[in-house]
């Protein structure tokens, strides 16, 4: 295995849509080696995700693992995934407008906008359909923090980066993040549950729950 070089903001492979895998190919020796290579990359640079185009293999294809992280200490733990060809279907009422109650604003990261932070207001719960490392089929809703953390690692995947979507007042560098952005204000979740407490940040398969 290898640690890959990350692409930086600048680079030119961060903002071309990634191609689709064909299946033959998942389980070929070149992709199961970039596979491992990109889990290795990640988990190195701490991060919480990583997507193909970020090591500058512009395919449909990420990997996701939240254990114990020094960036990102409040996130939930979530078991390595490997995601390919991933579409994401936001579950809310309407696509016009967000309802607090269906957003999840976060302060995110990215691996290849070092040092830079910036609060990201997405839908707090998603459908994901992809396939895995196996070339199983993925059919699962991911709500909360876990709901953010894949709508980022696919955004890459059609080119798009967290500062395209971030409030542009938001957006600092990490010691200034460290310094200035009050814990509660770094993840909002804008579902309370009737006790007060936030709403699940969980991954669940979607049969019985769309
Ligand atoms: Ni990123």
Redesign the pocket.
Known sequence: MAILKIAQLGEPVLREPARALDETEIGSEPIQRLIADMVETMRDAN?A???AP?VYRSLQLCVIEVGENPRYPAFPAIELRVLINPRLTPLVSSHDVLLDAESISMY??????SGLRGRVTRPRKVRLRALDDAGRAIDEVWEGVPAAIVQ??V??LHAT??VDRADPGSLCFLREYDRHVPSKERIVDGLTLPDGSAGPSRIVPSEGHV
Do not use: I, Y
């Open positions: 991060g995700g990583l997507a970020q995110e990261g990215c691996l290849s906008v980022h690692e955004d890459h980066l967290l």
